[in-house]
């Protein structure tokens, strides 16, 4: 298949042959490359279904702010929302969204990975389809390795990944031991720290829904992580969040970084990145378990129940996370900047395989993550970075601004915990989960 033929074929204009009304739909999305991408490739749609696009693109967490709000209200500013593994059953429950099972055989669901299907679902019904996913792993300069004689072990630790970035760290030269998220958010700081604090051996909550935010494998992985990032970090690393960290290593700043699996594509990118071809991986560090060290997630397109142009949307969505999209994508920016992780096509792909070093590592660390049991001690709840039910997005939120205060030295790690766990506390007696 040619690329005009990806670009203008029959295949992108889903059997729209004929539009009844022209519609306008307002797009709310996150400000991450694969979501540029498409918004570069978007006119495709536009000009072979005759609808048009009005793109609202913002910083993570103004677009969780913003999404929540107004879906919540019935607000009905916009058709289409950009949203995760975290949002999609809880809202699909509450019946926010629109059920999306409805897209045809040709969407072909079963391509989906089931893991990702059911992390989008609610009572067997999918809720938002996913046009990425992923886990999180290890990238390292594999040159700075090298020069230093360090040989990384299949599975390292936390603590062998405080060792490489003290023997790497030459602020002198604009290298950083490492450089990790700091940046206060449920799903900014506290996608990096939820999973550490996993593998130290920490838990959310215990069976009774109790807080356990000053206990030890707590205290014992934030310390690590304050340490860690003001000995060996950047500069103002408080307010550093994916996007910011994800620049600093392609701009070769960086010796190591844990991060999202879907980084990737654009760090392995030459047109991209500095370090293309210096670059390597491994899975994401254990310490004193391998349970939820590695965090799972799926960025997803969602229409709320409030938008009046659900057969427009609908078309949007199923172009914008079908196989032939993934196609587009490899053909017209890259094989190795195709969306990762939602479908067995792509796995499958010679090209994208070719392409994309990384591929089977993150294929494996998508498939092996379970959030039904990411703690070493039992829980109550399921997630890997974060706990599936409503009152988390704003208790992660305050743990993640106490911990970014914590990093900033604004506070004691000790501080920042003992105020997490009396917001968490009054927080789930509010909602009922304990007296």
Not at 157 to 170: F, G, V
Not at 178 to 201: L, S
Not at 345 to 372: C, D, M, R
Not at 379 to 384: A, E, I, K, N, S
Request: proline share 5%; charged share 20%; glycine share 8%.
């Amino acid at each position: 298949m040619t690329l005009k033929s990806l670009l203008y074929g029959a295949s992108f204009t889903f059997a729209l042959t004929a539009v009844a009304q022209a519609e306008e739909l307002t797009i709310a999305t996150v400000n991450n490359s694969d979501m540029i991408i498409m918004q570069k490739l978007s006119p495709q749609w536009e000009e072979a279904s005759g609808h048009t696009l009005n793109w609202v693109v913002l910083e993570e967490n103004v677009l969780r702010q913003r999404v929540t709000t107004d879906i919540a209200a019935k607000g009905a500013q916009f058709d289409i929302i950009t949203i995760g593994a975290y949002e999609a059953p809880i809202w699909g429950d509450l019946g926010w969204l629109n059920g999306l099972d409805d897209l045809g055989d040709d969407y072909d669901y079963d391509d989906i990975y089931e893991s990702v299907r059911n992390g989008l679902s609610a009572n067997g019904s999918l809720f938002a389809v996913p046009f990425y996913a992923e886990s999180s792993f290890t990238f390292y300069r594999k040159d700075l390795f090298d020069s230093a004689g360090i040989e990384v072990p299949e599975q390292m630790t936390y603590d062998q990944l405080a060792e490489y970035a003290k023997q790497l760290h030459d602020p002198d030269n604009g290298v950083f031991g490492t450089c990790q998220r700091g940046k206060a958010g449920w799903g900014e700081n506290m996608a990096f720290v939820g999973p550490m604090v996993n593998a130290f051996g920490g838990r959310w909550f215990d069976l009774d829904w109790n807080p356990q935010l000053t206990s030890e494998p707590w205290v014992n992985a934030v310390t690590y992580y304050v340490d860690l990032m003001n000995n060996y970090g950047p500069p103002g690393a408080s307010s550093n969040g994916h996007n910011e960290n994800r620049a600093l290593f392609a701009d070769g700043k960086c010796a190591t970084w844990v991060d999202a699996t879907s980084a990737a594509g654009f760090i392995f990118n030459p047109n991209e990145s500095t370090v293309a071809d210096k670059t390597d991986f491994a899975a994401a560090p254990q310490q004193v378990t391998n349970k939820g060290a590695g965090w799972f997630w799926a960025w997803a397109l969602a229409i709320p129940a409030s938008s009046q142009k659900v057969d427009a949307a609908k078309d949007f969505l199923k172009w914008s996370t079908s196989k032939e999209y993934v196609e587009l994508v490899g053909e017209s920016e890259g094989w190795v900047a195709a969306p990762p992780g939602t479908r067995k096509s792509t796995y499958a792909n010679a090209k994208y395989i070719s392409a994309a070093p990384f591929a089977g590592t993150v294929e494996n660390s998508i498939l092996s993550a379970n959030p039904a049991d990411a703690t070493l001690e039992p829980v109550p709840y399921t997630g890997v970075q974060f706990v599936a039910i409503p009152e988390f997005q704003g208790i992660g939120n305050f743990v993640g601004q106490q911990i970014s205060a914590a990093l900033a030295g604004s506070q004691s790690v000790q501080e920042a915990l003992d105020n997490s766990q009396a917001f968490a506390v009054r927080e789930m007696k509010k909602a009922g989960y304990i007296q």
